[in-house]
């Protein structure tokens, strides 16, 4: 017995020696929150490439939304020293520690990016990228289990980046387009059908508009700013890519953010900031696109009601009025970032 107590009583301190000489994580500066996610995210909006420092090693690049990804990810948020943060960076870094939250994790490529072209451009190894379409297929697999499941027009995006070129060189590619093209889609578009959707997508409102208003409160809002405006449909010219919210901020100086869905730019810091003022037509496009993102991803609008409601406030024909709900489906509530200038305009 003493002997054994004697063990334990060396083993607990040497744990307490280790411990005590374990040195705490450094807390990391704007800067270098900002240089670290944009190597863990070498993969997002090219956008961000006029700001993103060259990578350190190509031979390290994790694809989103791996388990190892998620960790670096994670860990990163956590050691930011927020008390050192100006206002909005701090908002911004806690945005994203909060996204983690919700089911993101389950849907592991990002539809708004063609990963394979990517990866391609990057010289990431092929094995690599198999491991990947395999983790892609389980984790979807897995998610079918809690109910988290792709619309159709992700699952559509999905498959039209799994080209032949891609199938027939890589098996797993294969694998995963002959799962996609027999996978049950969710009957819905919106967000608020996924588990906890519709506080996942209040937490996008809250953080676009730099408010916290409910989606009834501003879909009114916008239907008086709508009554208010002119007779006929708003005409804006746009392109299939950037995002439409860069496209209507593309005059504006860029606030460098943290966020790689949004190219590393706040959205909502450079709109506010922007001397440019949004034309009547630009005006009336956003209004546009923030009542059709509501109706969908909160009020369970069909694609149907989206594209006809898209259609008769905007001059689009059916291919332009798809091409604009899939940036709102791509890129839920970021149209947001500009309900400050079209409210105080």
Not at 60 to 81: G, I, N, Q, V
Request: with cysteine.
């Amino acid at each position: 017995m003493k002997t054994s107590l004697r063990y334990v009583s060396s083993a607990l301190l040497l744990l307490t020696m280790i411990s005590g000489c374990t040195e705490p994580q450094v807390k990391l500066s704007h800067t270098d929150l900002s240089e670290q996610l944009n190597q863990l995210n070498w993969f997002s909006y090219p956008a961000a490439s006029q700001t993103r420092k060259p990578l350190q090693s190509e031979g390290s690049l994790e694809l989103p939304f791996t388990e190892t990804y998620l960790k670096k990810r994670h860990d990163l948020l956590l050691r930011a020293d927020l008390d050192n943060f100006a206002e909005t960076a701090a908002q911004e870094a806690q945005y994203l520690s909060i996204q983690q939250r919700y089911p993101e994790r389950f849907l592991p490529w990002p539809v708004h990016l063609n990963l394979p072209v990517i990866a391609q451009a990057h010289q990431v190894a092929s094995s690599q990228m198999d491991a990947w379409y395999g983790y892609v297929e389980a984790r979807l697999n897995e998610a079918r289990e809690s109910k988290i499941l792709l619309n159709r027009v992700e699952r559509q995006q999905l498959l039209d980046y799994l080209t032949s070129d891609i199938t027939t060189q890589s098996k797993a590619a294969q694998s995963l387009a002959g799962y996609l093209a027999s996978y049950r889609v969710r009957s819905s578009l919106g967000m608020y059908q996924l588990p906890n959707g519709k506080e996942w997508y209040q937490s996008k409102l809250n953080f676009y508009s730099g408010t916290v208003n409910s989606p009834e409160a501003l879909l009114g809002k916008l239907q008086n700013l709508e009554s208010e405006a002119p007779e006929g449909a708003a005409r804006v010219n746009f392109s299939l890519t950037p995002p439409l919210v860069h496209q209507l901020l593309a005059a504006c100086d860029k606030r460098a953010g943290l966020n790689w869905r949004d190219g590393f730019v706040s959205l909502q810091q450079t709109a506010n900031q922007c001397e440019q003022i949004l034309t009547n037509g630009e005006r009336l496009f956003a209004v546009a696109m923030m009542e059709v993102d509501l109706g969908v991803h909160y009020f369970a609008w069909s694609q149907k009601q989206a594209l006809l409601a898209l259609q008769s406030r905007l001059a689009l024909n059916e291919d332009q009025a798809f091409v604009v709900l899939k940036d709102i489906l791509f890129f839920p509530a970021t149209s947001f970032a500009l309900l400050r200038q079209i409210t105080s305009s």
